[in-house]
Protein backbone atom coordinates (compact mmCIF):
# COMPACT_ATOMS: atom_id res chain seq x y z
CA UNK A 1 0.00 0.00 0.00
CA UNK A 2 1.25 3.47 -0.94
CA UNK A 3 1.98 5.03 2.46
CA UNK A 4 1.14 8.64 1.06
CA UNK A 5 -2.76 7.29 0.72
CA UNK A 6 -2.74 7.31 4.29
CA UNK A 7 -3.27 10.92 4.21
CA UNK A 8 -6.30 12.51 3.53
CA UNK A 9 -7.84 16.31 2.63
CA UNK A 10 -11.24 17.17 4.10
CA UNK A 11 -12.80 20.52 3.20
CA UNK A 12 -14.69 20.41 6.56
CA UNK A 13 -11.90 19.12 8.61
CA UNK A 14 -9.46 20.63 10.95
CA UNK A 15 -9.71 23.58 7.76
CA UNK A 16 -8.75 21.34 5.02
CA UNK A 17 -5.63 20.61 6.00
CA UNK A 18 -3.74 17.08 5.05
CA UNK A 19 -5.00 14.93 7.79
CA UNK A 20 -3.97 10.60 8.87
CA UNK A 21 -6.59 8.61 7.60
CA UNK A 22 -9.69 10.84 8.63
CA UNK A 23 -8.84 11.34 11.49
CA UNK A 24 -8.41 14.62 12.91
CA UNK A 25 -5.11 14.44 13.52
CA UNK A 26 -3.08 17.07 10.86
CA UNK A 27 0.55 15.42 9.25
CA UNK A 28 1.93 19.44 11.06
CA UNK A 29 0.95 18.10 13.90
CA UNK A 30 2.68 14.59 13.76
CA UNK A 31 5.62 16.52 12.20
CA UNK A 32 5.73 19.56 14.81
CA UNK A 33 5.77 16.46 17.61
CA UNK A 34 8.92 14.86 16.27
CA UNK A 35 10.68 17.77 15.88
CA UNK A 36 10.18 18.93 19.40
CA UNK A 37 11.90 15.51 20.44
CA UNK A 38 8.92 13.30 20.84
CA UNK A 39 9.91 9.86 19.91
CA UNK A 40 7.38 7.12 17.43
CA UNK A 41 6.54 5.52 20.45
CA UNK A 42 5.53 8.50 22.14
CA UNK A 43 3.10 9.53 19.73
CA UNK A 44 1.60 6.50 19.15
CA UNK A 45 1.29 6.21 22.97
CA UNK A 46 -0.35 9.75 23.60
CA UNK A 47 -2.20 8.81 20.22
CA UNK A 48 -3.64 5.30 20.16
CA UNK A 49 -5.72 5.50 16.91
CA UNK A 50 -2.65 6.67 15.38
CA UNK A 51 -0.23 3.60 13.70
CA UNK A 52 2.91 3.26 13.11
CA UNK A 53 2.67 3.53 9.19
CA UNK A 54 0.67 6.69 9.93
CA UNK A 55 3.89 8.06 11.11
CA UNK A 56 6.59 7.00 7.72
CA UNK A 57 3.48 8.44 5.64
CA UNK A 58 3.60 11.95 7.33
CA UNK A 59 7.27 11.84 7.24
CA UNK A 60 6.98 10.86 3.03
CA UNK A 61 3.82 13.05 2.87
CA UNK A 62 6.34 16.09 4.10
CA UNK A 63 9.32 14.84 2.03
CA UNK A 64 7.52 14.76 -1.40
CA UNK A 65 6.08 18.08 -0.60
CA UNK A 66 9.57 19.85 -0.10
CA UNK A 67 10.24 17.87 -3.31
CA UNK A 68 7.67 19.76 -5.13
CA UNK A 69 8.90 22.99 -3.98
CA UNK A 70 10.60 25.22 -6.48
CA UNK A 71 14.30 26.58 -5.83
CA UNK A 72 15.25 30.06 -6.09
CA UNK A 73 18.24 30.27 -8.98
CA UNK A 74 21.24 32.15 -6.94
CA UNK A 75 21.56 35.37 -7.61
Known amino acids: M ?6 TL ?10 IRGLR ?3 YDVLEYLASGM ?7 DFPNLEREDIRAVLAFAAERE ?4 SIPPG
Open 2 to 7: NCLKRI
Open 10 to 19: EPGKRGGKPC
Open 25 to 27: ITV
Open 39 to 45: TEAEILA
Open 67 to 70: RRLV
